[in-house]
């Protein structure tokens, strides 16, 4: 396979937009266990090994390779439709030099809610996944909400497979993977 090499300024940039949801405290969640009455799909967190991978490519049609863990240190597993959940982190600024960004970040929180589990159609194939979608708000006298996505995450993935944020210069979707063996790339 083709190493992707990517300078560290477009690394960055690919994650800006999910930089809260990888860098923050420890989510604050609803029960950890659906209500007996809920009958639909659960998806615990999965099993990681290192060599587990995952291929985004943005819509401007730059691509970063990622190992295990990079998104999901904040999805509130286990996850069901209806399952609510939020957490702290800090904010980031676009266009400022990083070391500038990191004395200007305002505390934000961001809250998540699992709105379905449907089919998905990325590069990488088509997976059941669960819809989660997440605002993240600016703490402080105004709270004001600095944006929103959707997150689909796919437990057959073992990962998120599509980001969809307001704007799509923060969109990603998983074009190629290999978690445990079981290997997905798309065909010329």
């Not at 994650?15 to 990888?22: A, G, K, T």
């Not at 799909?41 to 060599?51: N, R, S, T």
């Not at 990325?122 to 959707?150: I, N, S, Y």
């Amino acid at each position: 396979m083709r190493k992707i090499a990517l300078p560290r300024s477009v690394l960055l940039s690919v994650l800006v937009l999910v930089y809260v949801f990888i860098d923050g405290c420890a989510p604050t969640m609803s029960p950890v266990s659906p209500p007996e009455s809920y009958k639909g799909p659960v998806a615990e967190g999965p099993k990681l090994q290192a060599k587990d991978f995952w291929i985004y490519e943005r819509a401007d049609g730059r691509r970063v390779k990622l190992g295990a863990g990079t998104f999901l240190s904040h999805l509130g597993f286990p996850l069901w439709v209806g399952k609510a959940w939020k957490y702290a982190s800090e904010g980031t600024r676009l266009g400022v030099d990083p070391a500038i960004s990191r004395a200007l970040r305002p505390s934000v929180e961001i809250e998540c809610e699992v709105t379905g589990f449907k089919e998905i159609a990325v590069t990488a194939g088509t997976f059941e996944a669960f819809e989660c979608k997440c605002a993240c708000t600016m703490l402080g006298p105004d709270r004001v909400c600095l944006d929103q996505w959707t997150v689909w995450y796919a437990p057959k993935a073992k990962n998120i497979i599509r980001i969809k944020a307001q704007t799509t210069a923060s969109d990603l979707e998983l074009i190629e993977y290999d978690v445990s063996g079981k290997v997905a790339r798309p065909t010329p």
